[in-house]
């Protein structure tokens, strides 16, 4: 099915509810922020469709702790430009957001057995705002971001996931950014390029896992072997994804999006679980 096929499809069936939907996107290039691309564009489009969530909590591959989850409780998030190479008008972006100080310190709690600790340095970085800024472009929503652990295993993210799933009923949109495949050494630079056979092998295992809800599968790390070591030399950007899937249970209904391989090994692929 189409992206703008598949948007139309969950227009549909996203009605207002007290339940929020989960939302994973694959963020990609920062240049996705400020350029037309068909992901720009479906972010808008489902941002429209998204019910009006009363916070969101963000789950994004550039924020990683070791030891502790990291939950900012600042009351407004600085808008992080963390990268480097790319035009001025990209470092000009801004996100002026409110913070959710109170709820960010239930997180603390809510996440006490995952060693949670508060935090009020971050703010929002680049897996964030590049998105959030098509989803809700007036930034009239307050969000705030939790950190990942990268000491622990893959498992971990699922835990984290089921651990905030009950946000759902208080309004919490529980956004995940990065990417199901994410090798940038293996990028290539020419438009239109092939892309890698491990990056669609994976990108489909992947697909294939979540739609019959064998998170399990997606965790293990021996299993999945040397074809997660080629989609993910480091495995950040690969762990927000699992969050999400920990977060849903199963009264959700799951529809991808934006399913295409860009710069030969970066999926792009996004997905949302909402309540059938």
Same mark, same amino acid.
């Given at each position: ?12 069936? *996203? ?25 720009? #564009? ?62 960010? #310190? ?45 000491? #622990? ?10 651990? *905030? ?63 997660? #070591? ?8 690969? *762990? ?37």
């Amino acid at each position: 099915m189409s992206t703008a096929a598949s948007l139309n499809a969950l227009h549909d069936r *996203l009605k207002p509810s007290a339940r929020m939907p989960l939302v994973f996107l694959g963020h990609g290039s920062p240049m996705n922020a400020i350029e037309d691309t068909e992901y720009s #564009r479906a972010w808008s489009e489902l941002g429209r469709n998204l019910p009006r969530p009363q916070a969101i909590l963000v789950v994004s591959a550039h924020w990683m702790s070791r030891g502790t989850t990291l939950v900012d409780v600042s009351a407004m998030p600085r808008t992080i430009h963390d990268f480097y190479g790319f035009p001025d008008a990209l470092f000009e972006q801004d996100y002026p957001a409110q913070g959710a100080p109170d709820l960010a #310190r239930e997180v603390v709690t809510l996440l006490a057995s995952h060693h949670a600790e508060e935090d009020d340095h971050w703010g929002l970085d680049h897996g964030a705002w590049t998105v959030l800024k098509f989803l809700y472009p007036k930034a009239d929503v307050p969000v705030f971001q939790v950190s990942i652990d990268m000491t #622990r295993g893959l498992d971990h993210q699922l835990e984290i996931g089921k651990a *905030l799933s009950e946000l759902r009923d208080r309004g919490v949109l529980i956004l995940g950014s990065g990417n199901v495949v994410h090798n940038l050494g293996a990028v290539k630079w020419n438009k239109g390029a092939r892309p890698h056979d491990f990056a669609q092998e994976f990108d489909a295992l992947f697909a294939d896992k979540l739609e019959v809800r064998d998170f399990k599968a997606l965790a293990d790390r021996k299993a999945l072997g040397s074809l997660l #070591r080629q989609a993910h030399p480091s495995i950040d950007h690969y *762990l927000p994804a699992l969050t999400i899937a920990g977060a849903s249970d199963g009264r959700d209904d799951l529809t991808f999006m934006t399913d295409a391989i860009d710069l030969a090994s970066i999926s792009m692929r996004s997905f949302v679980f909402h309540t059938a």
